[in-house]
């Protein structure tokens, strides 16, 4: 009698502590559902920071190459051979000051418009999950459907903040490597900075999109494959 009560009693706690672990688990698997992670700015940056810092550095050595030449035939070509010389040393140095700064600038962007691309993405995904597919295609224009039919996220981020950053950084790289040189800021060189800045930020920024965009209408349909 009295181990009949006893299993009476034991019984229901085990399957209510049962219970309550399938909710937990329920629970978290649902705040652990993934979300697309692009992380193509940050190569593009990188990449954009590898071709830059070649350049700097061959225009460095060249200036460094010669400035050593008018050195050695200072003698034969007078006074003003050895003030370019030292231009050429300044400019050598200046660019060489130049290559982590602009190489870390341009990472930095990336990153940056890579954190924009996927606080964007995680919204896009819990509007998903709270409207459904139709709702968010009506609404929202940054959908996109895949060739499987997935709903996905299409952003044009980069676009529209690569030329930004582009017009403000360039310039500013372009001040700071005039006075590492010692050299007079010149208006028009600011001005063609901001162009060709504003010009390479939207060409880096549409190719941040176009591959970050791909990866989530990837994304989508493998998700989908992993729930069916």
Not at 24 to 39: A, F, L, R, W
């Amino acid at each position: 009698m009295i181990n009949g009560v006893q299993n009476f009693k034991i019984t229901p706690n085990r399957v209510s502590f049962k219970s309550n672990n399938q909710d937990n688990e329920q629970i978290q698997n649902k705040e652990q559902k993934p979300v697309y992670k692009t992380h193509a700015g940050l190569k593009t940056g990188i990449g954009y920071g590898i071709v830059e810092g070649a350049l700097a550095a061959f225009f460095a050595s060249g200036a460094k190459a010669f400035q050593n030449i008018l050195k050695t035939n200072v003698n034969d070509l007078g006074e003003g051979a050895e003030q370019v010389a030292r231009a050429l040393g300044k400019s050598s140095k200046s660019l060489f000051i130049y290559i982590p700064v602009a190489i870390l600038t341009s990472i930095g962007c990336g990153a940056l418009v890579d954190k924009k691309i996927n606080d964007k993405h995680l919204k896009f995904a819990d509007k998903l999950e709270k409207e459904g597919k139709k709702e968010v295609l009506k609404n929202d224009d940054n959908a996109e459907i895949t060739k499987q039919e997935q709903v996905y996220c299409k952003t044009n981020t980069g676009k529209k903040l690569g030329p930004i950053l582009g017009v403000v950084l360039s310039p500013l790289l372009g001040i700071l490597q005039t006075k590492m040189a010692g050299s007079k800021l010149n208006i028009i060189g600011l001005v063609s900075g901001a162009v060709s800045g504003a010009i390479g930020g939207l060409i880096l920024g549409a190719i941040t999109d176009k591959v970050a965009n791909k990866g989530a209408a990837k994304f989508a349909d493998k998700q989908s494959m992993v729930n069916n």
